[in-house]
């Protein structure tokens, strides 16, 4: 059954550093999103990717953030400039579509940023 | 924005037994999608179940079930011959239906499950 994938696992980094974080999506889906969980709290959604442009993003996804497409395969997530508060479980997730019967958003294992 | 409250931190169940985690979400919106997913140990966000608010049939899968009240805005997710393996973090989640709206999930704080021998 294809999955998200994420790397690397654990990223572990020191504060101001620039840290990117990468996702494979589903191979047919379209629609890309990266989420974050600080630990002990709730899922927080960051921002949506659709058709190489940011379609949605959160008071969260501020400039220190960006995403990229960069190839037909896979989806990153770059913080710029890492601050302790950044230390967070990040989700990447795909969906086929936004509506409909494919809109479910499948989720990657996560990579676990400790930032230092 | 829609707000998503699952009022139960922590539940536990006997194996075998049936338990019912409770959500209940604030939205003014008709079109809406519901989401259960399940969160074990190792941290991956896992699709148990899912709803179309425009369906009024509870949606099931296997052992899972939910109950939704469009009305009283409750989506309570039912596990039923509870296994060892089902203890996780189970998060609630809706999605806008009005594409105006986004696509993002709004998930609940989370209710973890404890599954007893």
């Known amino acids: 059954e294809p999955e998200v994938t994420q790397t690397p696992s654990h990223q572990v980094t020191q504060m101001g550093q620039e840290v990117i974080l990468r996702c494979v999506p589903i191979s047919n889906h379209l629609y890309f999103y990266w989420y974050r969980q600080i630990l002990g709290q709730k899922v927080e959604f960051l921002v949506s990717?659709?058709?190489?442009?940011?379609?949605?993003k959160s008071e969260i996804f501020d400039d220190q953030f960006s995403v990229e497409r960069p190839d037909g395969s896979n989806f990153t997530l770059k913080i710029r400039s890492t601050k302790l508060e950044d230390s967070a479980m990040y989700f990447c997730?795909?969906?086929?579509?936004?509506?409909?019967?494919?809109?479910?958003?499948?989720f990657g294992p996560g990579t676990r940023l400790t930032v230092l | 924005a829609q707000t998503v409250t699952q009022s139960q931190p922590e539940m536990s169940v006997q194996e075998a037994e049936t338990v019912t985690l409770s959500c209940t979400y604030d939205t003014s919106e008709s079109d809406y999608y519901l989401f259960w997913y399940k969160q074990p140990p190792s941290r991956q966000m896992i699709l148990v179940i899912r709803q179309e608010a425009y369906k009024q049939q509870n949606a099931t899968e296997n052992r899972f079930s939910v109950n939704f009240q469009k009305a009283a805005k409750s989506f309570s997710l039912k596990i039923s011959d509870s296994q060892l393996g089902d203890a996780a973090m189970y998060f609630c989640a809706y999605r806008s239906g009005y594409s105006n709206s986004g696509y993002a999930l709004n998930f609940g704080k989370g209710t973890s499950l404890l599954v007893t021998p």
């Open positions: 990717f659709y058709n190489n442009e940011i379609s949605e």
């Open positions: 997730a795909s969906s086929e579509a936004t509506s409909g019967s494919r809109d479910t958003q499948y």
